[in-house]
Structure formats: C-alpha cells, structure tokens
C-alpha cells in the first residue's frame, strides 16, 4: 500500500504518497489513542462525489472532543481537504481514511506537549463487496469476546484502540471457517459485527440494537431513514438478543465499507427462508437497492428529499 503514486493530506500540506511517513515514537503508534473515519466516495452521473462527509466529519470531530484531542481544523476545511485529496488522486469510486493521531513530542500516559494532527488518505476501492457477497450474505459466528461497554470506553468515539478488540473477535471467527463475527455487549446483548452494525426484520418490523456498545453508524442512520420514509417501515432500536436473531426473517449488516450485506448464518443456524441467494422481494434487497441508487446519485422522485448526503468533489 505505501508503494504507489499520489498524494496524502497531512496537516494542511500534500505529501507525495511514498514520503508520508511518521516518527517511530509517534504516540497513536504506542497507546492506541487516535480516532478515525472511513468515509466513501462514488461515481454518479454528474461525476464522483462524497457520500454523508457532513456527517462523518462531525463524527471524527466529536470522536476527537471525546478524547480530549483539540483539533485546529474546522469541518468545512477537512470537507475540503477530503474533495481536494480525491481529486488530486484522481479517485471516484474511492475510500478515505482521515485520522486524527498525536505526535511524536513525548512518551508515555503522562506525556504533555503532544500535538494533534490529522490525516487523510484515499485509495480505489474496486469491487470491495462482492456481488455474490451482496446476494448470498455472510456466515458468521458469536464471538467470546465482549464489544465495549459505555464505563470501559467511548463507545460512540471511532477510536482505534477500539480495533483491537474488534480484530480479537474477527481473526477468531475467520480462523473457525467463518466471514464474520456477531459481538454481544458485556451484558449479553446483541452490539454489532467487528465493523458493521446489525439489524434485523422480524414480521415486517425492523430492529437494531440502541447505541450503547455499537458505534452510532452513518449507514445504520441512512437505513433507518430509508426504511422508515421510502418503505414505511418501524424501526425499533432496543436491546437485542442473540436468540432473536437466530429466530429473525431477515438479518443484514451496515457499515460504509460493507454497505448492506445480509447474514445468512449465526452459529450454525439459517436466518430466515434465506436459500443460496436472498430473495430480490425482501426488505434487506429492497434496502439494498435504495441504497446502491441513493450512493450512486441514482435519485428518482422517491429518493429525491436526500439529495443533501450527496457532496460534489
Ligand atoms: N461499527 C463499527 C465498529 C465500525 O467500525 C463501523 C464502520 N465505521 C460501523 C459500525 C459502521 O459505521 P458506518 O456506517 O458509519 O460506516
């Protein structure tokens, strides 16, 4: 990944790609402190924009608050920093990754002096998801390990110290023949995959778990709103359990990565009628569709009130 062309956006300056390095004693490296944002770009009839940056950039400033990391940059400039890097980069179909991360000043919990900066990269995306993942869904497992809880910490900040314990539960899942794991809060209910979050349809109802331990995702609002105000869909958030998840219609996954992805299996168990392929009649393809059109500025009279997710780059 380092050995390519292009430029990263480090603090306001352009970095070619290959001299974006960092000090070995940078303190992010060390104690895990730092938050991110993942964030998509699309091709769209009109040209490539940025998917709801709004929002995932007033989510890595509030991430940053929460952390006590004090920013010097306003959401207008890391908006535009994130439509300059895709155009320098010449990207449409793209993944950013701006992260705010301290410096390599001092050492230490104690370390005073530290600098805040941020980054953003961008690369090509490709075909991330799969087309057969998109329709067959994923397999996944129940970890052991329990996702955070709200005194352990801040469970709505996309901290990347909260990856370690996101990769303990995944790695264990993919090594049991598994595509994903299904992480429960410290109390036994449902919280979210290692980074997606999780819903599920029961009786023509849809639920997902409240932000407690799950991250508060982008694509998990963009559902809500579309289930909600294109389908005429209720969409409970309360606590899950494992069983009704077992016991559910339909189950899928959001995240801006994975976009909607169905869950076939937990733990051995089939969810639903799912055959080999979901059904194009179900709410999670339906969902699905709307979303592929929403992204892709594909916006017909039903999708037009969310022109506003859309920034041209
Ligand atoms: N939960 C976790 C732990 C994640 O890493 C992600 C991906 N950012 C999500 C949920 C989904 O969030 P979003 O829809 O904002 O990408």
Known sequence: LCEREGWLWNNGDWLPWREAKTHMLTHTLHYGMGCFEGVRSYEGPNGAHLFRVAEHTRRLLDSA??????????????????????RRNDLTNAYLKPTVYFGAESMGLRATGLTTNVMIAAWDLGDYISASAARQGLRALTSSWARHHVNISLCRAKTNGHYVNSMLALNTAIKAGFDETLMLDPEGYVAEASSANVFLLRDGVLHTPEVTSCLQGITRDSVIRLAREVLGLQVHERRITRDELYTADEAFLTGTAAEILPLRELDGRRIGRAGETIDQDSVTARLQHLYRRVTRAELG????????????I
């Open 65 to 86: 608050h929460a952390l006590d990391m004090p920013l010097a940059w306003s959401a207008e400039r890391l908006i535009d920093a994130q439509r300059e890097c895709l």
């Open 301 to 312: 009279d039903d999708l037009t009130g969310f022109r506003d997710w859309l920034t041209a």
